[in-house]
């Protein structure tokens, strides 16, 4: 079994920061998954927000978060993180984090990952 626990979810003011963090568990590593965030504003669908290999050598985000937001591991500590800066009203959500065991090209879909976690709230205030 594996679980997913993230924090560091809150509120915060328009242009803060916030470090989500997602802890794994399971039978086997963290090493052993990639990683992606997911966001879920409400009334709308989930979507991606970030992603990270393995390694941690390859990183992908989407449009609306790139140069604002960044995804980290530390599989000795079997955790991953998403920094988040100058954050904005529309970053407003429930985060989530996923683990995909799948050797794919890609991981910006729900679908691509195996595992999720119970999400954090995060909310910005203008």
């Known amino acids: 079994q594996v679980l997913l626990v993230e924090s560091g979810g809150g509120l915060v003011q328009a242009g803060g920061s916030l470090r989500l963090s997602c802890a794994y568990s399971?039978?086997?590593?963290?090493?052993?998954?990639?990683m992606g965030w997911f966001r879920q504003a409400p009334g709308k669908e989930r979507e991606f927000v970030a992603t990270?290999?393995?390694?941690?050598?390859?990183?992908d985000y989407a449009d609306s978060v790139k140069g604002r937001f960044s995804i980290s591991r530390d599989n000795a500590k079997n955790t991953a993180y998403l920094q988040m800066n100058s954050l904005k009203s529309d970053d407003t959500g429930v985060y989530y984090c996923?683990?995909?065991?799948?050797?794919?090209?890609?991981?910006?879909?729900?679908?691509?990952?195996?595992?999720w976690g119970q999400g954090t709230q995060v909310t910005v205030s203008s």
């Open positions: 996923a683990a995909s065991a799948r050797f794919l090209s890609a991981r910006v879909r729900g679908i691509d990952y195996d595992y």
């Open positions: 399971g039978r086997r590593t963290l090493s052993d998954y990639a």
């Open positions: 990270i290999s393995w390694t941690g050598a390859n990183t």
